[in-house]
């Protein structure tokens, strides 16, 4: 099973900063199966980044994703209030599906 | 427009088996991969499985012994049924479809979620 250790836990900021989101992968993941989600309380997760750089359909180009092999990252170049919520990367290469345990962007 | 709505008891009993089903409207459940994927309360997101095909299924090593997922393309819905139920399986239960194309398998339309919780 290839775990994702996502880090920092929780990253406090405020609008308009710059937000770096780390994955790390306990083995090599193909970057095409490696994804990046965003989750407010109470809702659905949302697809934001697909195959580590690839922005979803209507996703806003202050977020970008990066990364390779065993480690991966999410930008927010400059966060806006909606943007703070929970980040999950996720990986489906390999069998079973992994989540990173997510971080939490707050206000700071 | 696709639209997944997962429904099914709101609480179980411990040793019982848990049944959902997602609803799936704005398209044919006869393509794509749909995964069912769970989150305890405050915490992260499970990968339970997926069928596709109408029938080829993969389930998480650490549920497959309890875990069916099947597909009733009649009734253009999907289900899940986890039997053994303990106080461990509360969460909130979610549908996904993926988008196919080059995301593949990826699950990209969620469903709201339904939130079960296993007790006596």
């Known amino acids: 099973e290839i775990v994702l250790t996502q880090s920092p836990g929780t990253l406090s900021l405020s609008p308009g900063e710059r937000a770096t989101l780390s994955c790390r992968a306990s083995?090599?993941?193909?970057?095409?199966?490696l994804a990046w989600y965003q989750q407010k309380p109470g809702q659905a997760p949302r697809l934001l980044i697909y195959?580590?750089?690839s922005r979803a359909t209507g996703i806003p180009d202050r977020f970008s994703g990066s990364g390779s092999g065993t480690d991966f990252t999410l930008t927010i170049s400059r966060l806006e209030p909606d943007d703070f919520a929970v980040y999950y990367c996720h990986q489906y290469r390999s069998s079973p599906w992994t989540f990173g345990q997510g971080t939490k962007v707050e206000i700071k | 427009q696709v639209q997944l709505q997962e429904s099914g008891p709101g609480l179980v009993k411990p040793s019982e088996t848990l049944s959902l089903t997602c609803n799936v409207s704005?398209?044919?459940?006869?393509?794509?991969?749909w995964s069912w994927i769970r989150q305890p309360p405050g915490k992260g997101l499970e990968w339970i499985g997926y069928i596709y095909n109408s029938g080829s299924t993969n389930y998480s090593p650490s549920l497959k012994s309890r875990v069916t997922i099947s597909v009733d393309t009649s009734k253009n819905q999907f289900s899940l049924k986890l039997s053994s139920v303990t106080a461990a399986d509360t969460a909130v239960y979610y549908c996904a479809r993926a988008l196919g194309g080059r995301l593949g398998e990826l699950p990209y339309y969620w469903g709201q979620g339904t939130l079960v919780t296993v007790s006596s």
């Open positions: 704005g398209g044919s459940i006869s393509s794509y991969y």
């Open positions: 195959g580590a750089s």
């Open positions: 083995q090599s993941v193909s970057s095409t199966y």
